[in-house]
């Protein structure tokens, strides 16, 4: 049992990338720590993220749950780094962090990216897994995979439905493809690629 953090740079971001993940350790008692770094509210298709987001937090139920509503699309920024440095650091310093699961390094979006280097910055003595985002990581090049059950893709499945703002129909259907792929390389029905950036034991 460990305490494991989920950083998603916007909400979606970690069930899209690593629910399934997620709700595996959940099933096995770590303690579930969830960061959503912006709300994305400055967009007028988003108008009903927030609720949709609840709505799924309410079934994932994470035993911590953070919202920093940082700009959307400006997380680059050194101010806003900035704040997000300071928001994990208090996390960090105030519990133990086992595990952290962030964005992958060279992620082609602006805010996932900046997400990342601040958490392997801040969390530099931590092991840390990057997230494959179906979207804005065409080269990713994962080194670690974790086995899936077919339960908890049918949960992410449903789970990702409740994102009608986001063309849930398309996000479905790349998840679809795409997780019993990462598990045809692992010799499992799904799966879930990450990349390493440090493990330690």
């Given amino acids: ?24 350790r959940q099933a096995n008692n770590d303690h579930i720590i969830m960061v959503y770094v912006s709300e994305c509210s400055d967009l007028p298709r988003n108008k009903t993220l ?18 920093l509503d940082l700009p959307n699309r400006e ?10 440095r300071g928001a ?15 964005p992958w390094l060279h992620d082609i979006h602006q805010d996932h990216r900046a997400v990342s280097e601040v958490a392997i910055g801040v969390f530099r003595y931590n092991s840390i897994m990057m997230y494959e985002n179906i979207h804005s990581t065409p080269h990713f090049d994962p080194n670690i995979y974790e086995r899936i059950s077919a339960d ?18 398309q996000i479905q259907r ?6 019993p792929m990462r598990g045809q390389e692992v010799s499992s029905d799904f799966a879930e690629a990450f990349y390493c950036w440090r493990g330690i034991r």
């Fill in 88 to 102: 994990l650091e208090h996390i960090r310093d105030n519990t133990k962090i086992d595990l952290v699961y962030c």
């Fill in 1 to 24: 049992m460990g305490n494991i953090l989920f950083i998603g740079p916007h909400p979606d971001d970690i069930e899209i990338s690593c629910l399934g993940t997620l709700l595996k």
């Fill in 50 to 67: 927030m609720a949709e987001s609840l709505e799924a937090l309410s079934i994932i139920s994470p035993d911590r749950m953070h919202r």
């Fill in 75 to 84: 997380l680059d920024r050194s101010e806003n780094t900035t704040l997000l």
């Fill in 152 to 169: 908890h893709f049918s949960k992410k499945i449903e789970l990702l439905s409740l994102y009608k703002s986001q063309d849930q129909h």
């Fill in 174 to 179: 790349m998840v679809r493809l795409l997780m």
